[in-house]
Nanobody, 116 residues
Framework: QGQLVESGGGLVQPGGSLRLSCAAS????????MNWYRQAPGKERELVAS????????NYADSMKGRFTISRENTKNTVYLQMNSLKPEDTAVYYC?????????WGQGTQVTVSS
């Protein structure tokens, strides 16, 4: 059974940076597309960024382009989300997701709070 464990969330001031990590186990990490989603209070879960299993191509939500960077280390079964120039509206629980052929796994989420 696949597992995803996120870490790296916390409280940061506006304009600051955080790097989230997601450690995978129990499945062939390198063959899965990896995604970061987020969910703010009272809002639907939204896709933040994706990175493909083959070629490592990336995709970002418009509001994150230029500020967030997704990357992966297949040798460590880990995906990262580097978040810069954080804004209060980035406050949310961030979730890691692994997807292949319509199936996948979710992590438990890590809280990111951007506030002065």
């Amino acid at each position: 059974q696949g597992q995803l464990v996120e870490s790296g969330g916390g409280l940061v001031q506006p304009g600051g940076s955080l790097r989230l990590s997601c450690a995978a186990s129990g499945f062939t990490f390198s063959t899965y597309t990896m995604n970061w989603y987020r969910q703010a209070p009272g809002k639907e879960r939204e896709l933040v960024a994706s990175i493909l299993s083959i070629g490592g191509g990336t995709n970002y939500a418009d509001s994150m382009k230029g500020r967030f960077t997704i990357s992966r280390e297949n040798t460590k079964n880990t995906v990262y989300l580097q978040m810069n120039s954080l804004k209060p509206e980035d406050t949310a629980v961030y979730y890691c997701n692994a997807k292949r052929n319509g199936l996948g796994y979710w992590g438990q989420g890590t809280q990111v709070t951007v506030s002065s």
